[in-house]
């Protein structure tokens, strides 16, 4: 095991075991919900994973070490401390040796959860290629990362702030698969729909089990987007978040946030302008990809 690797007692049994396990990102808990409603989000999706039948594994960096598997204090503490760093992979080596704290985002969860040697991964929407990349260069770290851990990310598509469809010309030229199950279109986080079709679609949790199996059996190193889309009475039509980002991003710019800030940022204003929709849409989507992970990861136990 790795020597900055924490791994929580009953995490650790269940990997020893064989057990199904599935790692959880904090920089939702952190960053990406106001308190108390991170808190019971992150609670209770660690309660539908427990329901079916895995082990949860909520991932973040407290005091320099990479914890893998959260105490009911641990998970409170990142939920309301103001000091913890939006922790991505390069963050990682200066917040250990400076005994630190960060939430971890979908990039740093999945390579420390591949230390570990958890394979499925639970988050709300991946990151991607922003629009205006063509001359900001913004693209996330999520999407490098994808080519290096071996772990199934499952998500509500990418997020819709993004350019999602050169997000998914990204990953098919890095080689990631692209799974969305029960649709044939690929889903946009708050919405069911984004207006380009998935690669691939699957019906059921096993079949996704086997596409995985059969990636790393075969030496194909990297990871896979499980594509989860929103329930249909919980989304919000993309037409209408659409013109609601467009807002949010013109007030980014106007404001100078930048790189790492804007996700944040973007993601606030959005909930504000929707009057609360968005921030009910994202609890329901993640609880939604958690059971879907759950059923992932006892697949691939079995």
Request: proline residues 5%; negative net charge; contains cysteine.
């Amino acid at each position: 095991m790795n020597q900055y690797l924490d791994i929580a007692p009953e995490v650790a049994a269940a990997l020893r075991d064989g057990k199904p396990v599935v790692a959880l990102e904090s920089t939702i808990v952190a960053h990406g919900m106001p308190f108390p409603q991170n808190l019971e989000t992150a609670q209770g999706v660690e309660g539908i994973i427990r329901d079916g039948a895995a082990v949860p594994a909520t991932i973040a960096i407290l005091d320099g070490r990479l914890k893998v598997g959260l105490s009911p204090e641990e998970l409170q503490r990142v939920a309301q401390s103001p000091d913890m760093v939006k922790a991505s992979i390069r963050d990682m080596p200066v917040l250990v040796a400076s005994a630190g704290n960060g939430a971890t985002t979908v990039a740093s969860t999945m390579r420390i959860a591949a230390m570990a040697g958890i394979h499925v991964f639970v988050t709300g929407g991946i990151g991607g290629v922003h629009r205006g990349a063509q001359k900001s260069f913004d693209i996330s770290a999520d999407l490098e990362e994808m080519t290096e851990s071996n772990v199934a990310a499952v998500c509500a598509g990418a997020k819709s702030i993004l350019d999602i469809g050169l997000t998914l010309e990204y990953l098919e030229t890095a080689g990631v698969p692209v799974i969305t199950v029960g649709s044939e279109t690929f889903p946009a986080f708050y919405s069911r729909e984004s207006g380009h079709k998935s690669p691939f679609t699957v019906a059921t949790a096993e079949q996704v089990a086997a596409i995985a199996r059969a990636k790393w059996e075969m030496g194909l190193r990297g990871g896979m987007v499980i594509a989860n889309p929103i329930p249909p009475a919980d989304e919000i039509p993309a037409a209408e978040i659409d013109r609601q980002i467009q807002g949010a991003l013109i007030e980014a710019d106007t404001l100078g946030y930048r790189g790492k800030t804007v996700t944040p940022f973007l993601l606030k204003h959005v909930a504000t302008l929707t009057e609360g929709r968005s921030l009910t849409a994202n609890i329901a989507l993640v609880r939604n990809n958690a059971r879907l992970g759950a059923a992932i990861a006892v697949a691939l136990a079995g």
